[in-house]
């Protein structure tokens, strides 16, 4: 008697497919980001990774400054009440991270795809 595939390879092959299909989500790509998108109230603008600046935004309840340093961000200061999230989440840098203060609704989203992708 002689089929064509046993138990054991079905499981190899099903196990395979398993691993090709989530291996996204195991191993996200630890790619670099290269911009910033900053989201506020009055709409979004995208910030350059790869130069260190300080910039400060207008936010729901006051001004957020967000600070850009050798390719990591963070949100440096917030007119929040007692800067929670910010000290815990600290800096970001690689694309697809994100940070945000809540109250005054400034979000944060690294990019690393340049940013037309991430704009429209
Ligand atoms: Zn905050």
């Given amino acids: 008697m002689s089929r064509r595939y046993s138990f054991a ?6 196990s395979l497919l398993a691993i090709g299909i989530y291996s996204p989500f ?3 790509k630890a790619t670099d980001a290269t911009s910033l998108v900053v989201r506020t109230p009055d709409g979004a603008q995208s ?4 130069r260190d ?11 957020t400054v967000i600070e850009v340093e050798s390719g990591k961000a963070r949100i440096l ?3 929040c009440p007692n800067n929670h999230r910010h000290e815990i989440e600290g800096w970001i840098s ?10 005054n609704q400034i979000v944060l989203d690294l990019s690393g795809d340049g940013f037309d992708s991430v704009m429209r």
Avoid: T
Wanted: with cysteine; hydrophobic share 55%.
């Fill in 9 to 14: 390879d079905v499981v190899v092959v099903i």
């Fill in 26 to 28: 195991l191993l996200p």
């Fill in 47 to 50: 910030l350059s990774m790869l």
């Fill in 53 to 63: 600046q300080v910039v400060e935004v207008e936010g729901k309840s006051g001004l």
């Fill in 77 to 79: 200061r917030s007119s």
């Fill in 94 to 103: 690689q694309a697809g991270a994100a940070l945000a203060c809540v109250p």
